[in-house]
């Protein structure tokens, strides 16, 4: 009889240590501070300053923008006010905002014969020009140009998506290094003093644990402004009915005119077509200004609203507010001819998307909650400041002298595939992102091929 004898059984493969996968993540969490955080430091203090923006520009632009007012004070009509302005400026008059409060200025924008738009401050009491500005050439228009980087140009705006994507990167990756193992210290409290690299690495981990939530909600809310996502985003969301949300059905003729370009608006109306008037041949007048400003008063539209000017036979009065209360945003164009609002929206006719983006744009912006939002996001701020600073010395106090000081790759490459392949599906998410992601791929590969010196 025969004995027969089994054969071992090959050893499953071996698990990635969690070293190996610490050091991937801690790689990573590396390459995306180094990408993101220069620019972290920008839209922090922008945007802590942006907080503020009503406050700072009153203060700074005090000569244009306060006038003495005494109770009962009558207000010159609106084109008296218009009329004052291009005394002033010459040109054609193509906006005019009411004031917000009583003791604030009226704001006429001017397009001038050379092209260029001149902001025109009037009282509004004694139709008196305060003074003029390039438009949105305020101390807060150029903080937020600076913030969403416009101020750059068209194509820097993507760079909007490629921070908010490497910063959820940050986050996630940040999440899982401060994760206590075992230690003491350093997770909720700080060790040793600043001479010590442990002070910094403390300090770094505690404010991103302390501030990491807000942050992450930061950057989703601000990538809707991004060139590439946010955009198709917004045509997927509110790309039907000539560009307004599903809750506005309108049959009415429509220009090639955009909302956006007529003034700011909200994310939501970014691609809203304007209406056209239609003269009758019983009406052939416009209204008028002041007329417009009249029903656009009794309709109940909040004080400082802006009025779009008609430049054409077809053009429109559209009159836009965008408080902080967003129950109150509110967009309305008129006939020029009869005054009859052909479309009337606000922000209950957004749909269910475009309703929490722009909530969550309002809390971005510093606006839902009053000062608690403003104070708050100010104090996130300051701690956006911190991260990156405590990462430069952390890194400084760390790196080889002569050396980048990229953390090492895992032994067991199969973590780092498995990372990058997470990594990718993000990209997939956000495209500018997981172009970047490319880029830096191939500047890691170049990283690793790189010869090592060798000690004499």
């Not at 059984?9 to 698990?15: I, L, R, T």
């Not at 009503?54 to 010159?76: F, M, N, Q, W």
């Not at 604030?104 to 025109?120: F, M």
């Amino acid at each position: 009889m025969t004995r027969a004898f089994s054969q071992p059984s090959a050893a499953p493969p071996a698990k990635p240590a969690s070293g190996d996968l610490y050091r991937a993540v801690w790689r990573w969490h590396f390459y995306a501070g180094l990408l993101v955080l220069p620019f972290l430091i920008l839209l922090a203090v922008t945007g802590a300053l942006y907080l503020f923006r009503d406050e700072i520009d009153t203060a700074v632009h005090a000569d244009l923008k306060r006038v003495p007012y005494e109770s009962g004070a009558v207000l010159a009509s609106p084109s008296a006010l218009v009329a004052a302005a291009l005394a002033n400026t010459p040109g054609t008059a193509v906006k005019y905002t009411t004031p917000a409060q009583p003791d604030l200025s009226a704001e006429v924008t001017i397009k001038t014969a050379a092209g260029d738009k001149r902001a025109v401050y009037v009282d509004p009491y004694r139709a008196q020009v305060l003074g003029t500005l390039p438009d949105r050439g305020t101390v807060m228009w150029t903080v937020r140009h600076l913030h969403s980087l416009r101020l750059f140009g068209p194509v820097t705006r993507g760079l909007i998506e490629i921070t908010g994507g490497w910063t959820i990167l940050l986050i996630m990756t940040g999440i899982y290094l401060w994760w206590p193992r075992g230690q003491g210290g350093g997770v909720v409290s700080l060790r040793g003093t600043p001479k010590a690299r442990v002070f910094w690495r403390d300090l770094h981990a505690v404010t991103g644990l302390t501030i990491g939530a807000i942050l992450l909600f930061l950057a989703v809310t601000g990538l809707p402004w991004s060139g590439v996502w946010g955009a198709k985003v917004n045509e997927w969301a509110n790309g039907n009915n000539f560009g307004y949300p599903a809750g506005v059905r309108v049959a009415v003729p429509m220009s090639d005119e955009h909302l956006n370009h007529l003034g700011h608006t909200t994310w939501s109306l970014d691609q809203a077509k304007v209406p056209q008037s239609s003269a009758s041949p019983t009406q052939t007048t416009a209204i008028g200004l002041d007329n417009a400003v009249a029903i656009f008063d009794g309709l109940g539209l909040y004080p400082g609203y802006a009025v779009a000017l008609p430049t054409t036979p077809t053009g429109v009065y559209s009159g836009s507010v965008y408080p902080d209360d967003l129950s109150r945003q509110r967009v309305v164009h008129l006939d020029q001819y009869s005054g009859k609002p052909l479309i009337d929206m606000s922000y209950a006719d957004y749909g269910p998307l475009g309703k929490t983006l722009e909530f969550g744009i309002n809390v971005h912006m510093g606006q839902q909650f009053g000062l608690a939002n403003q104070l708050i996001l100010l104090v996130v701020c300051a701690g956006i400041v911190v991260l990156a600073v405590s990462a430069g010395v952390m890194w400084w106090k760390r790196r080889p002298r002569g050396s980048l000081g990229v953390p090492p790759l895992p032994a067991d490459k199969r973590v780092l595939r498995g990372l990058v392949g997470l990594l990718v599906l993000g990209g997939l998410a956000f495209p500018l992102t997981g172009l970047s992601l490319l880029v830096m791929l191939g500047l890691d590969w170049l990283i690793t091929r790189r010869p090592r010196r060798r000690l004499a």
